[in-house]
């Protein structure tokens, strides 16, 4: 007897295991790896972190409006994302309206 999924698995369950290989062993990777769960699913559909320097990172905003929100709101993020880091290390961020890509 042979047992037939009803459906196809999710990629992602194929994938999540080599995504900790994939991810570069910089702070930007490890923010970038993390950020869904620091800034929450909303804010991470409407922006994403592009690069870091020197503890600074730009993050990407579809919008201006995103970029002025998330500039005002930057303290706290900050917080939360040093939070969810191994070793903390962001001491800001740069938010600018273009395209989240």
């Not at 919008?63 to 929100?69: F, G, Y």
């Not at 303290?75 to 989240?100: D, F, I, K, S």
């Amino acid at each position: 007897m042979t047992l037939h999924r009803r459906s196809p698995r999710p990629l992602s369950a194929a994938l999540g295991p080599l995504r900790k290989a994939w991810t570069p062993e910089t702070l930007l990777g490890e923010i970038q790896a993390v950020w869904s769960d620091a800034v929450g699913a909303v804010i991470a559909a409407e922006a994403r972190p592009v690069s870091e320097r020197a503890g600074v990172v730009t993050v990407a905003c579809s919008a201006a409006v995103w970029a002025q929100e998330l500039d005002l709101m930057s303290a706290a993020l900050v917080e939360r994302l040093n939070g969810c880091l191994r070793g903390g290390g962001v001491t800001g961020l740069r938010c600018t309206a273009r395209a989240a890509e």
